[in-house]
């Protein structure tokens, strides 16, 4: 019996190094991401924030940051012994992102024309809450395209429109332009693969045999 669960052991180690190795379940790769920019509530008031430019937007985004999570705490005074820490609340990292600029400015225009729905400079008049708010998803991909996991910001808006540095030292370099994303929370979105995964999580809860006897079955037939 101790062999048997000795070598299930094994079996399992080696197919969990496998999956990394060579299986899509391997590392993630920084250059391997997709952002969709959804389009605010007030932006059906604005000719230049569409479907089509939000699309184009999401596309030239260079870099992204997933974001991070921080729970706030503070010493529970009242216990005797050890002190510990117990949470009141939480923070949620703005999220960075640059991206290309095209020779006619669209991205620029785009991101202003959308702080406008929050803050019109010509009058100082501030906007409603959810007019401006809206829905960014950052997702990773795997070496197939395929969505693995996403992140999606809530009610996310453009707080900040870095400056855009020209130079005559740079002639061949393109233009980019950094924005700083505010937003509520963020959730995590399952991606396109979750039920692979989670299937193939299950795999290793079975027997050694059946495992073996699975993997050699035609993949045409695995998919019915």
């Keep these: 019996m101790a062999n048997f669960w000795e070598g299930l052991g094994y079996s399992v180690l080696n197919e969990f190094i496998a999956s990394f190795l060579h299986g899509r379940d391997g590392f993630a790769k920084s250059a391997r991401y997709e952002v969709v920019i959804g389009l605010p509530k007030g932006a059906s008031k604005v000719e230049s924030l569409n479907n089509q430019a939000a699309r184009r937007v999401s596309y030239h985004c260079e870099t992204i940051d997933f974001p991070g999570r921080q729970l706030q705490s503070k010493s529970d005074l009242s216990t005797y012994g050890i002190e510990r820490e117990i949470v009141y609340g939480q923070l949620f990292d703005d999220v960075s992102a640059t991206f290309y600029v095209s020779s006619d400015h669209k991205e620029q225009k785009f991101f202003n024309?959308?702080?406008?729905?929050?803050?019109?400079?010509?009058?100082?008049?501030?906007?409603?809450?959810?007019?401006?708010?809206?829905?960014?998803?950052?997702?990773?991909?795997?070496?197939?395209?395929?969505?693995?996991?996403?992140?999606?910001?809530?009610?996310?808006?453009?707080?900040?429109?870095?400056?855009?540095?020209?130079?005559?030292?740079?002639?061949?370099?393109?233009?980019?332009?950094?924005?700083?994303?505010?937003?509520?929370?963020?959730?995590?979105?399952?991606?396109?693969?979750?039920?692979?995964?989670?299937?193939?999580?299950?795999?290793?809860?079975?027997?050694?045999?059946?495992?073996?006897?699975?993997?050699?079955?035609?993949k045409v037939l695995t998919r019915l």
């Design 113 to 218: 024309d959308w702080q406008n729905i929050a803050a019109r400079p010509e009058d100082f008049n501030i906007g409603y809450y959810y007019d401006y708010v809206s829905a960014v998803d950052i997702y990773q991909l795997d070496e197939r395209g395929t969505r693995r996991l996403g992140i999606r910001l809530i009610e996310a808006f453009p707080k900040t429109i870095g400056p855009i540095s020209m130079s005559y030292a740079n002639a061949n370099q393109i233009e980019k332009m950094a924005i700083n994303f505010k937003y509520k929370y963020w959730e995590i979105l399952p991606g396109d693969a979750a039920g692979g995964f989670i299937r193939r999580l299950a795999n290793i809860a079975i027997n050694h045999t059946e495992r073996k006897l699975i993997s050699k079955l035609p």
